[in-house]
């Protein structure tokens, strides 16, 4: 498929949706379960393509572990292979080859792993060749480029002779990804102890126990749905298997939501969402949830809302460069996303351009899963094209049948 072609609904929105597992969640239980010999026993894994490379990697015998897209994937077996003394070269798209990777493979070195880069300094594809202990197990780690690095080397931490002490330096941006690594380290019995006023995390030397684990539906996929309801006339969805008190920080959505318009009200189920009055400005801090951020902008730029972004920094390491793909598509929506200050504080201005100068929005996606979910929404308002749709495989494989039964929405494939 090359496009499809998304129409406003002609009605009311009423929808169930059962949404995907979180990646997240997913892939840290299966880094988890490796470390036990594969003796736990995983429920509703995730069908994200993320996740399925990491089952399909850790199980293969192959010398060459590809990765495709997927960060996690990447960042997490490279400490897995490495601390493992596995000998493997991972890889992955040409992009996943431009996000750095640098700041893990020198805690790992320090560790005393063996990797060496196949091409570049400080990015994949690299090599695992061994690992002796180095006898150190203390580590400074920057915690503001990517907490994947962090988790990365937390989960692999209890398999070290001497656990690991983790000491962050800089500000720490998507902490909440960390915390639900602490957590899901706890729940298979290995408690770190984390100082956040020394930004110090400590993790004991310890087997993990096998235990039976389900994963949560994801929250981040829930964010697309939150925007449907608040961008279309009249909605009410239902979103199924979501936990109020998540161990997922993109959770926020449903506060950061409630002034776009959004209320959710807790079921036994999920959450259902409906309508309420929306405010004409909001600011963001997505330091704690970056993969929220082009859902947000994208609701704002469609609903008239002024939106201040900050912590948006490490979108520009992501799939695509987030902020530049965001500024070249919101344009064709008539809104502008600008750097308002040096000091990394960003706005988006709704509707700066009349609609009616703006052409038939076709939407590029820049192998971008979330560019491609976080401008579906905008058809609640107006007919678009969304490039490459298929990128939603990434995270939410059923992203596109699920929003064909929003009632009155109509996808078309084009060609
Ligand atoms: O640990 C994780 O599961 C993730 C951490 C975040 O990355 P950064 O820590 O690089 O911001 C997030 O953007 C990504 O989608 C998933
Ligand atoms: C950034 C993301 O994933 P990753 O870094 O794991 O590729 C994402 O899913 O938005």
Not at 27 to 43: K, P, V
Request: hydrophobic residues 40%; glycine residues 6%; aromatic residues 6%.
């Amino acid at each position: 498929m090359n496009a499809v072609y998304v129409t406003p609904p002609n009605g009311p929105v009423r929808a169930t949706i059962p949404l995907a597992s979180s990646k997240s969640e997913s892939n840290r239980a299966l880094i988890i379960d490796a470390l036990t010999d594969f003796r736990c026993e995983l429920h509703n894994l995730s069908t994200a393509r993320d996740t399925q490379t990491m089952i399909r990697l850790l199980r293969s015998d192959d010398p060459v572990a590809d990765v495709i897209d997927a960060g996690t994937t990447m960042r997490f077996l490279t400490a897995y292979f490495a601390v493992t003394g596995r000998h493997k070269t991972l890889t992955g798209t040409p992009r996943m080859c431009e996000r750095p990777i640098g700041i893990l493979v020198d805690a790992l070195h320090l560790l005393g792993a063996d990797i060496e880069y196949l091409q570049n300094e400080g990015y994949p594809p690299l090599v695992t060749k061994g690992f002796g202990y180095s006898g150190t197990n203390h580590v400074l780690v920057r915690g503001d480029v990517s907490s994947q690095y962090i988790s990365a080397l937390l989960m692999v931490g209890p398999v070290l002779p001497h656990g690991i002490v983790l000491e962050l330096t800089g500000d720490i941006g998507s902490r909440p990804y960390i915390e639900m690594t602490l957590q899901q380290m706890a729940y298979f019995g290995v408690e770190a102890q984390a100082d956040w006023n020394n930004k110090t995390i400590t993790v004991p030397a310890k087997a993990y126990e096998p235990k039976k684990y389900s994963v949560e539906s994801d929250w981040s996929g829930a964010s697309y749905w939150y925007s449907v309801v608040a961008l279309a006339e009249d909605a009410e969805v239902e979103l199924l298997g979501l936990k109020e008190r998540s161990l997922q920080g993109d959770s926020a959505i449903a506060h950061i939501m409630r002034p776009l318009g959004v209320d959710s009200t807790f079921t036994d189920s999920g959450v259902r969402l409906t309508k309420i009055p929306a405010q004409e400005s909001l600011a963001v801090d997505f330091t704690d949830c970056p993969d929220l951020a082009q859902t947000v902008a994208v609701c704002c730029a469609m609903n008239g809302i002024s939106l201040t972004l900050t912590g948006i920094e490490s979108l520009k390491i992501k799939e695509t460069d987030r902020v530049a793909a965001l500024q070249a598509e919101l344009q064709k929506l008539g809104a502008v996303l600008i750097e308002a200050e040096a000091n990394h504080r960003y706005e988006v201005h709704p509707m700066v351009i009349p609609a009616s100068a703006t052409g038939a929005a076709r939407i590029h996606t820049y192998d971008d899963h979330r560019m491609a979910m976080a401008f579906a929404p905008a058809a609640m308002k107006r007919g678009l094209i969304i490039e490459d749709p298929n990128v939603v495989a990434k995270s939410y494989p059923s992203f596109w049948d699920d929003f064909g039964r929003v009632a009155g929405v109509r996808l078309s494939t084009e060609i």
